[in-house]
């Protein structure tokens, strides 16, 4: 099992910034990929950014410029740093963690945007 802690998140004007972090423990393995998702009200879960343990990003159009990811293989840690933030960045954002063909998701830190 693993367990996922998340930290940050919160309330920001349009055109702010916002670091969320995750941390995971538990039965861990060396080649891993973390990441984010999120889930806006009334729509699907959907990818915002994803980084292997090799380095290998991913991230949704709706994000790529604004926003970056980044990790700490040795603590088992990812960030992400959210620039340029807009209404329709407002979501519950997950924490992501997958392993071996298993998939984690953290409780999720909401993030609300005004305009």
């Known amino acids: 099992q693993v367990q996922l802690v998340e930290s940050g998140g919160g309330l920001v004007q349009a055109g702010g910034s916002l670091r969320l972090s995750c941390a995971a423990s538990g039965s861990i393995i060396s080649i891993n990929t973390m990441g984010w998702y999120r889930q806006a009200p009334g729509k699907q879960r959907e990818l915002v950014a994803l980084?292997?343990?090799?380095?290998?990003?991913d991230y949704a159009d709706s994000v790529k410029g604004r926003f970056m990811i980044s990790r700490d293989n040795a603590k088992n840690t990812v960030n992400l740093q959210m620039n340029s933030l807009n209404a329709e960045d407002t979501a519950v954002y997950f924490c992501y963690f997958k392993q071996l063909f298993k998939s984690y998701y953290g409780q999720g830190t909401q993030v609300t945007v005004s305009s």
């Open positions: 980084m292997s343990t090799g380095g290998t990003t």
